[in-house]
């Protein structure tokens, strides 16, 4: 449980969360989702549910990384987010 977001959500989100930390840790997008596959919360999503979820979060680290221009780590995820995004076809 991620108690730094503590919120009600899809099950996968955990699982997109943990995909996204393994692109940032040089994990290519294909090989984070084929991790994340192998959890049953994964296998069970909408598809568009996880694609929406990838461009949100690309929008929301882009957007942290912009604010707060100094914190190196945020321009790290905003990438992650991004390769993850562009590969499911869900931004750019």
Do not use: K
């Amino acid at each position: 449980m991620d108690w730094a977001w503590p919120t009600r959500g899809a099950a996968f989100i955990d699982v997109a969360c943990l995909a996204i930390q393994l692109i940032a840790a040089g994990q290519a997008a294909q090989g984070a989702e084929s991790c994340a596959g192998r959890c049953q919360a994964w296998g069970n999503a909408d598809p568009a549910a996880i694609d929406a979820f990838a461009a949100a979060t690309l929008r929301m680290y882009q957007s942290r990384a912009r604010r707060f221009p100094d914190v190196s780590w945020l321009d790290d995820m905003a990438g992650a987010a991004r390769a993850w995004a562009v590969h499911r076809g869900a931004g750019a």
